[in-house]
């Protein structure tokens, strides 16, 4: 059972304009969310983080939401740029387990 | 430089042919962990462990033993390879786990078995 889920694989967005990914959960134990980048040929790398006890985070470009209500994340990358293309993966915290969604790919275009 | 290092980066084997993956990181974290990455299923937890001695299942442990004898070195140990064991592996190491320590990641370790 998955119990975060990226339900787009995919995203093609121009350069300069908003990126928005998205992330649902099913656990309500989960208390902290972070985002991760990861090119090919590389380790995933941290990008954003937001506790449950926040509905926001912001870190230059990049902007977290959390809607805990709708058990729902987003990460928006304004403005986005080509070297942002990569793939992105939430991911959720509870205790001592962090679970990983899939992923989407996301490619900026000149 | 503070990194996580694992080798191979690529591996190609045969079933059942035992193989060792190997992780070191230098930055003295407590928590180290093992992940697969596969298409459509983004990145399960093989094991982890707290601190030395102390290692745990993930969520897909079966086919896999680690040991964490020394606090930078976590070894991921494939006893018997089966095919479907064929993805990309990832070791990553962070201070503590609980809290909000990020995880840092190695480059990767693309195992094949045929």
């Known amino acids: 059972d998955q119990q975060v889920k990226q339900n787009s694989p995919s995203l093609s967005v121009q350069e300069g304009r908003i990126s928005i990914l998205n992330c649902d959960y099913t656990?309500?134990?989960?208390?902290?969310f972070l985002w991760y980048k990861k090119y090919p040929a590389e380790g995933p790398t941290f990008l954003i983080s937001i506790s449950s006890i926040k509905d926001k985070n912001e870190d230059g470009r990049f902007t977290v939401f959390l809607n805990k209500s709708a058990k729902h994340l987003s990460l928006h990358i304004v403005p986005s740029q080509p070297g942002d293309s990569a793939v992105y993966f939430c991911?959720?915290?509870?205790?001592?387990?962090?679970?990983f969604g899939t992923g989407t790919r996301l490619l900026v275009s000149p | 430089e503070a990194q996580v290092t694992q080798n191979p980066r690529y591996l190609i084997t045969v079933t059942g042919k035992k193989l060792t993956v190997t992780c070191s990181q230098n930055?003295?974290?407590?928590?180290m962990s093992w992940y697969r990455q596969d298409p459509g299923l983004g990145l399960r937890q093989i094991y982890y462990?707290?601190?030395?001695?102390?290692?745990d299942k993930g969520d897909v442990p079966e086919g896999y033993k680690v040991s964490r004898k020394e606090k930078r070195n976590f070894p991921l140990i494939l006893e018997s390879p089966s095919p479907n064991q064929t993805s990309l592996y990832f070791c990553?190491?962070?201070?503590?786990?609980?809290?909000?320590?990020?995880?840092?990641f190695g480059n990767g370790t693309r195992l094949t078995v045929t």
């Open positions: 462990s707290m601190n030395v001695e102390v290692t």
């Open positions: 990553a190491s962070s201070p503590t786990v609980i809290g909000h320590s990020p995880l840092h």
């Open positions: 930055m003295n974290h407590e928590y």
């Open positions: 656990n309500s134990m989960f208390d902290y």
């Open positions: 991911a959720a915290k509870s205790f001592q387990k962090l679970v």
